[in-house]
């Protein structure tokens, strides 16, 4: 079994580098990454030996970047680079505890005026408490605990709530909660070439997650870029034909299969598990990767 997309407190995920390295030794999970948002964090703290030691199996440098395509955020993966030169990339986010949490509160206040304007009743008072929380979550889980709220809230999360409130407002340019959060993004060939020239490899993850594109079209797209060297087949939101589907392009085109959960909270996900079983180690590109190394040779 292996999971090649966790994310832990460096970004938004639940728990600590610790917590995962005692889970997957647990689930006797052989091969990891982390991949947290735009950030190494993860791997300076992974410098004390101490702490490596709580995890017996491989682990494979990996991140996960934020990329501006068509006006829209979307994320790609590097892995199996090497740290001390990526660390030095220009897309690596330095901005500090106290910056990330203004941004949070920035986008909150925000929120709230909309939810004033559209008279959707807030519990008064409500705050960032910490690093890693999300405005958007805090508003999307306040505005459910008001029953007069419940009309409103057909429009804006469905019926039975399970409309993504990121990608279908937040993101979205017609909708009044609209940020702009690609201010400032870089594009997939910059990212792909620090990623390069880290000597990683770039992996597109998720494509089925995206609601706002079409999706196999955004697929081509991202591989007549030339930059992929692989695309992440299994994923906790791909259903059955999605992996087939991505498990084909591969095949076609030579790019490496990958796998992982996207774990951030084990209430959404399990780690080294998809909704289709344990994730198999066939989604491990390691043996591949090496043969396009000696191809170069
Ligand atoms: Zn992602
Ligand atoms: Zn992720």
């Not at 929120?111 to 008279?119: A, D």
């Not at 209430?267 to 598990?273: A, H, I, M, P, R």
Request: hydrophobic share 35%; proline share 2%.
């Amino acid at each position: 079994m292996i999971d090649l997309h966790i994310h832990t407190n460096h970004s938004d995920g639940k728990f600590t580098v610790k917590e995962i390295l005692q889970m997957a030794e647990n689930k006797k999970i052989h091969t990891i990454s982390f991949c947290d948002h735009n950030v190494l964090g993860a791997y300076e703290e992974l410098k004390n030996r101490q702490l490596r030691e709580c995890f017996s199996g491989r682990m494979i440098t990996g991140i996960e970047f934020d990329f501006v395509y068509q006006q829209k955020n979307f994320h790609m993966l590097g892995y199996d680079f090497d740290i001390e030169r990526l660390k030095h990339s220009k897309y690596i986010d330095r901005r500090s505890e106290y910056e990330l949490i203004e941004i949070q509160e920035k986008r909150l206040a925000f929120f709230k005026s909309v939810c004033k304007k559209l008279n959707i009743k807030l519990t008064p008072g409500l705050k960032i408490q910490s690093l890693g929380e999300q405005a958007n979550d805090i508003i999307k889980a306040d505005m459910q605990k008001h029953k007069e709220n419940d009309k409103i809230l057909d429009t804006i999360l469905g019926k039975d709530r399970k409309n993504s409130f990121w990608l279908g407002h937040v993101t979205n340019p017609q909708s009044p909660f609209y940020i702009d959060v690609t201010e400032n993004l870089p594009t997939a060939q910059e990212i792909a070439d620090d990623i390069h020239q880290a000597g990683g490899i770039v992996v597109l993850p998720h494509v089925f997650e995206y609601k706002s594109v079409n999706n196999v079209e955004f697929l081509n797209q991202m591989y007549q870029l030339g930059i992929l060297d692989g695309i992440e087949c299994v994923h906790t939101k791909h259903n059955r034909e999605q992996v087939a589907y991505l498990e084909g392009f591969c095949k076609e085109k030579g790019l490496c299969m990958s796998g992982g959960s996207d774990f951030h909270d084990d209430q959404k996900q399990t780690l080294g598990y998809t909704p289709l079983g344990e994730i198999q180690d066939k989604y491990f590109w390691g043996e591949r990767k090496k043969s396009l190394e000696d191809e170069e040779r």
